[in-house]
């Protein structure tokens, strides 16, 4: 066995493999300023030994090797992998997203009954209609598609509560048809009659008043309000 060969083989094997394991260790670039707790060259880089650790000036510390940087990370996270807290070692994660805020609803749109009905019908006037086409129709171009319309009727407090809410339901229902007629679909309209149940908060008419007058003072409670839900665009 030729022993000068064998060892020059394994020598040569050595020297390719330690140069093989230093070209793979990424260098490791110092920031500039404070202490630096690892040997440096010429350029800030991290001098290695043959087997790719990392030289240690008396300066080093685990508190330094895990507070001196090295770009993003400290520079122990590549020189001593196994002192420095990982936590320091790993990117943060990107914050999620804040979520869309949601879309402000819709306001109802309100409308007098006076401007729609005689007093005390449940027929559309020609005045309801073009006051419908302009508050409502008019608007539905720019709303986006329809998920739903809620027509609900209202009166005042005048009169019994059974024929109040039989009035505000059929009242809810000519509107409904009227949109019907307008191409609404009728599945996507919901008509409902609250009666004198649902007042207008902040309007105060004493009994006291003459009925003329008092029936004036309640006009706001007489209504039909519109709500169109749409889907987000």
């Known amino acids: 066995m030729n022993l000068g060969k064998f060892s020059l083989s394994a020598l040569l094997g050595a020297v390719m493999a ?5 070209a793979q260790a990424q260098d490791v670039v110092m920031d500039k300023g404070g202490v630096i707790p690892y040997v440096i060259d010429s ?20 508190a330094l090797a895990a507070s001196a940087m090295a770009g993003q990370f400290p520079a122990g996270c590549a020189c001593d992998k196994d002192i420095v807290p990982q936590d320091k070692c790993k990117a943060p994660e990107a ?16 409308l007098s009954a006076k401007a729609l009905f005689g007093f005390d019908k449940a027929v559309l006037t020609q005045a309801g209609k073009e006051a419908i086409d302009r508050e ?8 986006g598609e329809i998920q739903m319309v809620t027509v609900e009727g209202h009166t005042d407090r005048i009169g019994s509560h059974q024929y109040n809410q039989a009035l505000s339901e ?22 409902i ?8 908060p902040g309007v ?3 009994d006291s008043l ?9 006009e706001p409670h007489r209504r039909v309000q519109v709500q169109i839900k749409t889907k987000a665009k």
């Not at 330690?18 to 230093?22: D, L």
């Not at 800030?44 to 080093?60: E, I």
């Not at 979520?99 to 309100?110: D, G, L, N, R, Y």
């Open 210 to 218: 003459g009925r003329a007058k008092l029936i004036e003072c309640l």
């Open 95 to 110: 914050a999620a997203p804040a979520p869309a805020p949601a879309p402000a609803a819709a306001k109802p749109i309100v």
């Open 170 to 191: 059929r009242r809810a229902m000519a509107v409904k048809n009227y949109l019907v007629q307008k191409g609404i679909k009728a599945d996507l309209i919901d008509a």
């Open 204 to 206: 105060s008419c004493p």
């Open 18 to 22: 330690v140069s093989a394991f230093t």
């Open 43 to 62: 350029r800030n880089v991290v001098a290695r030994s043959g087997t790719g650790l990392c030289w240690r000036t008396g300066f080093w510390s685990p």
């Open 193 to 200: 009659g609250y009666g004198k149940t649902s007042p207008v």
């Open 136 to 143: 409502v129709i008019a608007k539905l171009p720019q709303a």
